[in-house]
């Protein structure tokens, strides 16, 4: 009787930690803090490709670089809160990525590590939801 009860209690607290870590992954928390504008790309008709640098991971964590496609803002302090609420279509270590922009296809290169990449970016520029290519090519050095 006392092993089914240790077993019981054992299993309980390994799905109290299960669940605790889930919703810590899923709280805005565990979203990488946007730093600045590294750079700006223009896209379409009032639109750009931003590269934003994250920094807020001290010394032991790299700088990670997340690159958006979004409307043109006016200033960083007015970009960088709106893209929060955005998903990035590359999430990389590499600064300078974005090699060419032609029309709405993005050709972007990295020899860094890849965290996250989509192909497909979308777009909202006057009132129409546009997709925009990624094309990405990534080699290790």
Do not use: C
């Amino acid at each position: 009787m006392r092993r089914h009860s240790v077993t019981r209690w054992l299993i309980a607290g390994l799905l109290l930690l299960a669940f605790a870590q889930a919703i810590w992954i899923f709280t805005e928390r565990s979203k990488p803090v946007l730093s600045k504008v590294v750079s700006v790309t223009p896209l379409g008709k009032h639109s750009a490709v931003y590269e934003v640098l994250s920094d807020a991971g001290n010394a032991t964590v790299p700088l990670i670089y997340l690159y958006f496609v979004a409307e043109q803002a006016g200033n960083d302090d007015q970009v960088l809160p709106s893209l929060e609420r955005l998903t990035p279509f590359l999430v990389t270590r590499q600064s300078g990525a974005v090699e060419h922009v032609a029309g709405l296809k993005v050709t972007a290169r990295t020899q860094e590590q890849v965290y996250s990449y989509s192909s497909t970016a979308i777009l909202r520029e006057d009132g129409a939801v546009v997709p925009v290519k990624i094309e990405l090519t990534a080699t290790t050095p």
